[in-house]
């Protein structure tokens, strides 16, 4: 009953294609609104209040967010730069291993891993803090946060904190638009017109006027028949594909025995 459950929230979630954090985020609001104002903390074990240790760590770091968010920025912004002069260019490397993988350094991924980082600190830190706050019964405080915009903002942080409220309020609000109208259908390849010099094809064998190639970027393994579209340019239309090697191995060999006595036209 629990397998079935699980997997038809599962399924439902993945054709919905909203994020779990955004789900979570709208019952952390309808708890903000109506949760009882009752004193518990279930995170209470073991005579410790694991609790109030989380909760005193989160409000460290949001109440020093901007300093982070500050430093963080500074320091993508010093990679860019460092990026942009082409220093340290030896830490730039890979190499290819026996086991299919190739593994390397490059300083672009730790810019782009600084930047998901930082958003997930905004986004799906925010919403753990959020729930951290109701679990263990500190929701008068954060509900004081919200609301009190007399007080001193130092001290409560009643910007601060309706500053991360509204953004993953807006980034729930695309997520469900976005989930409106998002769709997934099978690529259609026949007839698309590729460039087959493109680092992400593999030319496999190559006659004539026609090719065949693979897709090195997909997962899985496609395979395409292709054929040149003039004398000039390097596009090919696809006339034929499969993720089956042989399918694709024995028509290039056909076209390949039509054209034999035609020799190389490039």
């Not at 030896?90 to 490059?106: A, I, K, Q, W």
Request: with cysteine.
């Amino acid at each position: 009953m629990k397998e079935k459950l699980y997997d038809d929230v599962k399924n439902f979630l993945s054709k919905t294609k909203i994020p779990f954090f955004n789900y979570l985020f709208v019952f952390e609001i309808i708890f903000i609104i109506y949760l009882p104002n009752k004193k518990f903390n279930l995170l209470y074990w073991d005579n410790i209040d694991f609790g109030n240790i989380l909760y005193n760590f989160g409000y460290y770091l949001y109440d020093h967010s901007i300093g982070i968010i500050l430093i963080i920025l500074i320091f993508i912004g010093l990679l860019t730069w460092i990026y942009s002069k082409d220093w340290l260019l030896f830490l730039e490397h890979s190499t290819e291993y026996v086991d299919g993988t190739t593994r390397g350094f490059s300083l672009i991924t730790v810019i782009r891993n600084t930047v998901q980082l930082l958003w997930e600190f905004i986004h799906k830190g925010w919403i753990i803090y959020i729930g951290i706050i109701l679990v263990s019964g500190q929701k008068d405080s954060l509900y004081y946060t919200l609301t009190n915009s007399n007080a001193n903002f130092g001290d409560n942080n009643f910007l601060l904190y309706w500053m991360y409220m509204v953004i993953n309020s807006i980034y729930l609000i695309w997520t469900i638009i976005y989930s409106l109208g998002s769709f997934t259908v099978p690529t259609t390849y026949i007839g698309t017109y590729i460039d087959i010099n493109k680092s992400c094809y593999f030319i496999i064998d190559q006659v004539n006027e026609y090719a065949f190639i693979k897709n090195q970027i997909l997962k899985s393994p496609m395979f395409y028949l292709v054929e040149k579209g003039d004398n000039v340019s390097n596009n090919y239309k696809i006339i034929d594909c499969s993720s089956k090697f042989d399918e694709i191995k024995n028509e290039f060999e056909v076209k390949k025995a039509n054209n034999k006595s035609l020799g190389s036209k490039f």
